[in-house]
């Protein structure tokens, strides 16, 4: 990993808070700037634009994220296509305590990635999110069209609670198990597609 100088860090430190404040496209790079005691030209040795700094505070979270989802999706095609829809959450809750713990460690990076990115590559992250699972599930376990509109709206309304439970401010153990509540539902949902496939 790159070491990032303290100059750096307050710079990475200043811009979190004014981010998460005033949203990407609320905050003023001269008030970083002016924070930490620099000039611009200080700040540009650095990173070349503001977005610049926003990406260096929620790439690693974003890479995660999508890694995390994808990961999932490929444990669960290692099984044979019949199976698949009946392994899909005992995959999820394997690795749900490890996502959970880092979500948790990087809370504010995942604020910032999906209530403040507007105006960056990031402002349509959720919609990322979702159309990953909506791929998966629909192509390669489910085989649903991925224009069936119920589908799409329960995957994406599935992230959007997900994504309300880990930034609530409740404790690790709530969490987990109002995750682990979701996945319930979902997947005896699921279990409605497939049958109604079996036809």
Not at 76 to 102: G, I, N
Not at 129 to 139: H, L
Not at 160 to 180: D, H, P, T, Y
Request: charged fraction near 25%; glycine fraction near 6%.
């Amino acid at each position: 990993m790159e070491e990032i100088s303290s100059t750096q860090q307050q710079f990475l430190n200043l811009g979190k808070t004014e981010f998460l404040e005033h949203g990407f496209k609320g905050a003023s790079l001269r008030q970083i700037v002016k924070q930490a005691g620099f000039t611009l030209g200080a700040f540009y040795g650095y990173y070349q634009s503001k977005e610049e700094l926003f990406d260096a505070l929620v790439k690693e979270t974003a890479d995660y994220i999508i890694v995390y989802i994808q990961g999932i999706y490929d444990e669960v095609k290692a099984y044979p296509p019949k199976e698949r829809t009946e392994h899909m959450m005992e995959c999820f809750s394997k690795r749900l305590p490890e996502a959970v713990d880092y979500l948790l460690e990087h809370r504010e990076e995942l604020q910032l990635l999906l209530m403040k990115a507007e105006g960056t590559r990031y402002e349509n992250f959720s919609e990322t999110m979702a159309a990953i699972s909506e791929k998966n599930v629909g192509e390669n376990i489910l085989w649903i069209s991925r224009h069936d509109m119920t589908f799409r709206l329960l995957i994406h309304a599935y992230y959007r609670m997900l994504i309300q439970v880990v930034l609530s401010g409740e404790g690790r153990e709530n969490i987990l198990k109002a995750m682990m509540d979701i996945q319930s539902f979902y997947y005896y949902g699921f279990q409605y597609f497939k049958k109604e496939e079996d036809k």
